[in-house]
């Protein structure tokens, strides 16, 4: 069975505080692990998605990058339109395109 | 549409009563998933639809779920006879294709039984 945990289950930044947040996974065959960004009252908004050990992503503030065990999503010098819940999820080969979602972190940057 | 359309985006409903909750995915998305939300769980799978396939219903978790797409577009998603446990956040997500890709949620139905 895939399993995603996420940590820390939330974290406080002040504003230009970078900062990393985990997910580590184990699945039967990885076909690509999801960064989702989640907004209080609105559904997961796609941030990225990676595919195979060692790679990266950027986007704007925002960088993934992925091992073989678990994937990182660092912040850097956030401001506090970047407090969400940052949700990580995995497509396996055992789970036939559903994906398995982590708790989440939830993440408040301040002034 | 431009995104993912759910109605209603609030439903309070009495302990007993059927619920049906709607989905209109991305048109041109043949894959639309179900998924629910409850406070300080991760998103559970409930039920997938990839075009005319037979729908993979392994998620529900009752009998009293189920779900249906007609026309390959519009989704309902029926809940009898709710109970205080169902209580959640029911989020509809559709994609282009099956696979290793990005889902466009919706804003979701938050469900109250009481």
């Known amino acids: 069975e895939d399993q995603v945990t996420q940590s820390p289950e939330a974290l406080r930044l002040q504003e230009g505080e970078s900062s990393s947040l985990n997910c580590s996974y184990t699945?039967?065959?990885?076909?690509?692990l999801f960064w989702y960004r989640q907004d209080p009252g609105k559904g997961p908004e796609f941030l990225f998605t990676l595919y195979s050990a060692g790679e990266e992503k950027e986007k704007e503030r925002l960088k993934a990058t992925l091992t073989k065990k678990e994937s990182f999503l660092h912040i850097t010098a956030p401001k506090p339109e970047d407090s969400a819940t940052y949700l990580c999820a995995v497509d396996s080969t055992g789970t036939a395109s559903k994906l398995t979602f982590g708790t989440g972190t939830r993440l408040q940057v301040t002034l | 549409g431009a995104g993912v359309s759910q109605s209603p985006s609030n439903k309070v409903t009495e302990k007993g009563k059927d619920v049906e909750l709607r989905c209109d995915p991305i048109?041109?998305?043949?894959?639309l998933y179900w998924y629910r939300q409850s406070l300080g769980q991760g998103l559970e799978f409930l039920i997938y639809f990839q075009g005319n396939s037979a729908p993979d219903k392994s998620g529900l978790p009752s009998d009293r779920f189920s779900a249906e797409r007609t026309g390959g577009s519009v989704s309902t998603l029926t809940i009898q006879r709710t109970q205080q446990e169902d209580s959640a956040v029911y989020l509809c997500?559709?994609?282009?294709?099956?696979?290793?890709?990005?889902?466009?949620f919706g804003s979701g139905t938050r469900l109250t039984v009481v």
């Open positions: 997500a559709s994609s282009l294709t099956t696979g290793a890709h990005g889902y466009t």
């Open positions: 699945v039967s065959g990885l076909r690509g």
């Open positions: 048109s041109g998305h043949t894959a």
